[in-house]
């Protein structure tokens, strides 16, 4: 039974090590340098109040983290966040990345967000059919932008409108 939730500051030991794992071995995301607990501290305070982030629970075990992201510092991009998602290794292709998903886009549409954008690694297949099964459309790819595990690789960048 997973059940998801916003995250609290506790969560961040568990959230870090999910992410550091995709930082070492994915390209889910194109840092390159494990974070500690300080620096995920300062994160998740950035996001506080208005840029949710949320936690898949499986009995005491958090086995997923999601959060909406600020897309830009500048006014005009007020309606926009990027979506971010990370599963633990073991607990990958079992439908707690959609259930995150859905459920970070509900908290999209509670904040009056125009639009969600969300920045896949072009190898990543995974992940690109997860955002197109929320009718996120790919609307561009930037081409040789990330470099990790020695080899140049492409962003997908997808989109979600909501629909008035």
Known sequence: MITLRKATVDDLEEITEIYNEAIINTTATFDTQPKNLEEQKLWFQSHQPNYPILVAQQGKLIVGWSS???WSDRCAYIGTAEASIYIRKDCRGKGIGSQLLRALLREGKDM?????????????NASMHLFE????????????VGRKFGDLIDVCLMQKIYKK
């Open 68 to 70: 909406l992201s600020k």
């Open 112 to 124: 009056e967000l125009h639009t969600v954008i969300a920045r896949i690694a072009g190898n990543n």
């Open 133 to 144: 099964s929320e009718d996120f459309q790919r609307i561009g790819v930037m081409k040789e």
